[in-house]
């Protein structure tokens, strides 16, 4: 089933010259792990507002086309509705944390959906658990590290308990290894609960043992989108320049090109030694 | 040159970020300060302008106690883009963000002009220029922050994570303008946790874990260690990981040594 749906998306800031994005066209199926990259300024934030309905309704500006999410149109549909649906975690997760504890603030967005106590109780130290803050509970968050800030921010939209997750470059913030188990967490959450993961990332090399698609924009369009091997391949051609291909799929690139490896080209340094292991004399 | 001696630092909260660090940045330096979250980066580049005065020991800047020197003093010398541009940017346009330090630093308008095209073209923002900061990306907001201090050609140059939201071109741009600096002998620290983009550009690394200094050298000495850099909360680069994986351990950083490595691993070097 399509929990996304992209038409001829075109969308242009308020006393924007250009639009932000062209055309885009996009189904998204329910269980995909999708991600999203681009040069900076390419568009993929602006493409990620239009998911919660921050665009049109909050940013303004002229939306042509049409996009459905969770099979509501989202032109006619509040962000508070489809809250409910997709969460979006941001670059900064300053703008995501006001309460005075870390507890209060993964708290706040359960208690507005108007659960029992209980519930909410049962909800908050769950996410608090799954990334591993429960220790902070008390602590107010902006006396956190910024890592540990993008942490709770994490756990409050997972608290919502949302069947579409979109994360715009959300471990921006975070120590490699510290990121590496946000990611295996959240593929996690999509193996067991069937979750539908959209992420935002220029560190192509951490996340893509794990997506199931490779989409990459340009200038506002979408320029590759499908499989991640072949994607990565293709880019590794044309957009070398601006995009941050993996080292290991560069070197698989040369050494085919020499004639010593003839495989696909590898998503992990495993799959890469392994292609090696072969070539190479003990 | 920067020297810390022995410097700890406890939040007014009770919580001790830094404890007992000794560093000394030479001039014409370029040093990469990486390690976990909440390890004491931040805090510790907060203290090379007197933002934060050491809870103990000292940090002198060219020899001047930061205790006894003002921050505007200091930031004459001392130029740090933090991590989250929201709080450095004000101005309504791009262009007035980047002028208004140099208006401060008492640049003649004809330079002031020309800095500011510099950085633009540098920071790739030339079509922002009457844009205001806030309308940016991230990225895009970023490199804003770093304009407006690059501007102005601090002697030390102070970046807490650069290549955040970064792609290849923008990490590429920066890289010339390190090279730049380093003919100029200014001195560059910066926070990252970008592995490859440190030691690609030359950097020496100080690890940090717990508010300590857990090791530092050549970013190819310090990096290509598994074991520290787990300590650390790094990930080796991919390069490094593969060549351990293979069974023959070395410090690669780039894609071109790689490939001649592995040449001559089978035997057609």
């Known amino acids: 089933m399509a929990v996304i749906k992209a038409r001829n998306l075109t969308y242009k800031y308020p006393h924007a010259e250009a639009p932000a994005i062209r055309n885009v066209n996009l189904t998204v199926e329910e269980g995909e792990f999708i991600l999203l990259s681009g040069p900076s300024g390419c568009g993929k934030t602006t493409l990620c507002r239009c998911f919660n309905g921050l665009i049109p309704h909050f940013y303004g500006g002229e939306l042509e086309g049409e996009i459905w999410v969770a099979g509501l149109n989202v032109r006619e549909t509040t962000p508070a509705e489809l809250a409910s649906h997709v969460g979006l975690i941001f670059q900064n997760p300053e703008n995501q944390l006001f309460s005075l504890s870390v507890e209060r603030d993964v708290a706040f967005g359960l208690e507005n959906l108007g659960l029992p106590p209980e519930e909410i109780r049962r909800r908050v130290d769950w996410a608090l658990n799954l990334v591993g803050i429960s220790d902070l509970r008390d602590r107010a968050p902006w006396e956190l590290s910024g890592g540990q800030q993008q942490k709770v921010a994490i756990a409050c939209v997972l608290a919502m308990q949302p069947s579409i997750l979109v994360f715009d470059e959300p471990t921006s913030f975070l120590d490699p290894k510290t990121a590496k188990e946000i990611f295996n967490v959240i593929s996690e959450l999509r193996r067991r609960l069937n979750l539908t993961i959209l992420v935002v990332e220029h560190r192509l090399e951490a996340l893509i043992p794990h997506a199931t698609r490779l989409i990459l924009m340009d200038r506002g369009e979408i320029v590759l989108d499908g499989e991640p091997r072949r994607v990565l391949l293709e880019a590794a051609e044309k957009l070398n320049f601006k995009v941050n291909i993996p080292s290991i799929v560069l070197l698989h690139r040369r050494l085919s090109g020499l004639g010593l490896l003839s495989g696909e080209p590898p998503l992990t340094v495993g799959e890469m030694a392994a292609q090696l292991g072969g070539v190479i004399k003990h | ?269």
């Open chain 2, 1 to 269: 040159m920067i020297v810390l001696e022995e410097v700890d630092y406890v939040y007014p909260n009770g919580f001790q970020a830094l404890r007992g660090v000794s560093l000394t940045i030479r001039e014409g330096a370029f040093l990469a300060i990486m390690g976990r979250s909440g390890a004491g980066k931040t805090t510790l580049i907060k203290h090379l302008n007197g933002l934060l005065k050491p809870s103990r020991g000292r940090v002198t800047v060219d020899g001047v106690d930061t205790r006894k020197a003002t921050v505007a003093q200091l930031s004459r010398k001392v130029g740090i883009v933090f991590q989250n541009p929201d709080h450095q940017l004000f101005a309504e346009t791009v262009e007035e963000e980047i002028a208004f330090p140099l208006k401060n630093f008492g640049f003649t308008p004809s330079e002031m002009r020309e800095r500011i095209d510099w950085v633009l073209k540098l920071f790739n923002l030339e079509r922002y220029r009457h844009h205001s900061p806030l309308s940016l990306s991230g990225g895009e907001k970023k490199r804003v922050a770093m304009a407006s201090i690059v501007a102005w050609k601090p002697k030390y140059l102070v970046l807490d994570e650069p290549t955040l939201g970064q792609d290849r071109e923008n990490k590429l741009k920066l890289r010339k303008l390190f090279q730049e600096f380093r003919r100029e002998n200014r001195t560059v620290v910066m926070v990252t946790h970008d592995v490859e983009f440190a030691a690609e550009c030359g950097f020496d690394v100080a690890l940090l874990a717990d508010g300590k200094i857990l090791a530092s050298g050549s970013a190819r000495e310090v990096l290509s260690k598994p074991k520290l850099l787990e300590e650390a909360s790094l990930t080796a680069p991919q390069l490094v990981e593969l060549f351990l994986k293979l069974g023959s351990p070395k410090p690669v950083f780039t894609v071109e040594e790689a490939e001649r490595l592995i040449l001559n691993l089978a035997g057609r070097g």
